[in-house]
């Protein structure tokens, strides 16, 4: 099945500070989205892009879905922007089934 | 986008008992999936449940353990059967907006069913 990689594994940073959540995975697919897990367990939708650009306020996102790879960009980051941060893809042939990666947990110190 | 809710949102069992969890979406959705996420860990898919057929297990999963409702297609249930504490885990529900077959494919979860098996 398809493999997916989320780099860093784990990002501490000062509020205000900006990062850059990699997501690569190993085959075409029809769906890729970002998610952000809070403390509670939600899964709050972040972004539905499998491929090109999408901005929706301080965050970013862009998939190049011809190299395997898209890019979560969070600009001058708050507190409450700590979490767990999930890419999952939907490959050609998986027919809705998402597969995880196994996340990028993010925390921001004021 | 659905609004979906789960029952229990969390809940403390023994060992060797079963609970159901519930999964209800506020329209109409043709594909329900259900996911497990043990501590530390991240989101595996437990099964696929579409409406008028039988649940479609991933590898690891199997329907004596996990069986599956789907009696229409804004409702779903997923038992836990003869628990241990390796099944403690939070379990969620989600939904596939868009056709399938069409361009418009996302995903949304329920707010998940926090377990605890002593």
Request: hydrophobic share 30%; aromatic share 10%.
């Amino acid at each position: 099945g398809i493999q997916v990689e989320q780099s860093p594994p784990d990002l501490i940073l000062q509020e205000g500070a900006n990062s850059t959540l990699r997501c690569n995975f190993s085959d075409s697919v029809n769906n890729l989205q970002w998610f952000h897990q809070n403390p509670w367990g939600q899964l709050i939708n972040l972004f539905y892009i499998p491929s090109g650009t999408k901005q929706n306020g301080r965050l970013s996102a862009t998939t190049v879905a011809t190299e395997r790879y898209s890019l979560l960009y969070i600009s001058s980051s708050q507190t409450t922007d700590s979490g767990v941060y999930f890419c999952a893809v939907e490959g050609r042939t998986s027919y809705g089934k998402l597969t995880f990666g196994q996340g990028t947990i993010l925390t921001v110190h004021p | 986008s659905a609004v979906i809710s789960q029952k229990p949102s969390r809940d403390i069992c023994q060992r060797g008992t079963s609970l159901t969890i519930q999964c209800q979406v506020d329209s109409q959705v043709t594909m329900m999936f259900w996911y497990r996420q043990q501590p530390g860990q991240s989101l595996t898919l437990i099964a696929t449940a579409n409406q008028g057929s039988e649940a479609t297990y991933e590898s690891g999963f199997v329907i004596d353990k996990f069986p599956i409702s789907r009696p229409n297609l804004t409702f779903s249930t997923l038992t836990v059967s003869n628990m241990s504490p390796e099944d403690s885990s939070i379990y969620l529900c989600s939904v596939e907006e868009g056709a399938r077959g069409s361009s418009y494919n996302e995903q949304f979860f329920g707010p998940g069913t926090r377990l605890t098996v002593l």
